[in-house]
């Protein structure tokens, strides 16, 4: 059985913490400045509602954007998953910010700015932009770990880092809502998804495949997009305090993303027994 080498340990070690210890609601509590019960708390069943559909809303722009990156759409010359015509090209701004993921976050937070000023009344509009352009960000993390985009699970696996980050401080302390966990409950529906968009040469977001897909994923995103809408109507939050919330946000799915494609790429090299009793002791290391 090979032995990861002390660099790639060291880089598994970093996804452990990254996975099992998510802490998005502290993330958001720093943002706001409020306690962590007050982000935290339940939602009113109207505002409820309003999230579940921005989310669903949110995880079909997704997935269309992530379909559009297979060959078949690509040759139709639609938008692929990390063509940036979207947003300004990052060229013209290199002096915003050094990289990629920061440049990212610095759109997020625009876009987070006008949700905290304008309240809850923007969030069908905002979501699903703060979404994609978290969608952009993990796919560049994706490539930079040896995904092959082109390849429909691959393409998919992006979207499906939305569920693995959608699990609250809660869950990750209970031993069925692990990592691996998580991927495995997501396992069928990624791959009849994947099936689908690889052997279809018109691609169609509708077909049940993927609407099960799309739903599973928006089911979990929805727990940290509760999350973030709490945390945005904190009183006076504002537009400063909205910008703060959706750059945290970004990073949260950002550092999900680093760690999700480093197990994988891992899993490449090692084996996924290997990776996977690895992993499992390091874990057991954090007392996660």
């Known amino acids: 059985m090979p032995t990861l080498t002390d660099a790639d340990r060291d880089a598994l070690k970093r996804a452990v913490l990254a996975l099992e210890k998510p802490g998005l609601a502290a993330r958001l509590s720093a943002a706001v400045g409020a306690p962590l019960d007050m982000i935290g708390r339940a939602l009113p069943a109207p505002i409820t509602d309003v999230v579940a559909r921005s989310t669903e ?58 949700g905290g000023a304008f309240g809850l009344a923007t969030l069908a509009v905002e979501l699903p932009l703060s979404t994609t352009l978290m969608l952009r960000s993990i796919a560049e993390i994706a490539r930079e770990e040896g995904e092959d985009l082109a390849k429909p699970e691959n393409a998919l696996a992006c979207v499906q880092v939305f569920a693995l980050g959608g699990r609250s401080s809660a869950e990750s302390s209970l031993s069925d809502s692990g990592y691996f966990a998580v991927r495995a409950a997501l396992a069928r529906t990624l791959a009849e998804a994947a099936r689908y968009a690889g052997n279809k040469a018109l691609l169609d977001e509708a077909a049940p495949a993927l609407i099960r897909f799309s739903t599973q994923i928006a089911s979990r995103f ?65 007392g996660a």
Not at 61 to 84: C, F, H, M, N, W
Not at 252 to 260: D, E, G, N, V
């Open 57 to 114: 809303a949110a995880m079909r722009t997704a997935l269309r954007i992530a379909l559009a990156s297979l060959p078949e759409a690509a040759a139709k010359g639609e938008q692929s998953l990390v063509d940036a015509s979207a947003i300004p090209a990052p060229g013209r701004f290199d002096w915003i910010g050094g990289s990629s993921e920061t440049r990212h976050k610095i759109f997020a937070g625009v876009s987070g700015a006008v």
């Open 222 to 286: 929805g727990l940290v997009v509760s999350q973030k809408v709490a945390a945005q109507a904190v009183p006076i939050v504002g537009a400063m305090g909205g910008a703060a919330v959706n750059v945290a946000f970004m990073d949260h799915f950002q550092s999900t993303a680093r760690a999700h494609f480093t197990v994988r790429r891992l899993e490449r090299v090692y084996g996924q027994g290997t990776v996977r009793a690895a992993y499992e002791l390091e874990k057991a290391a954090l």
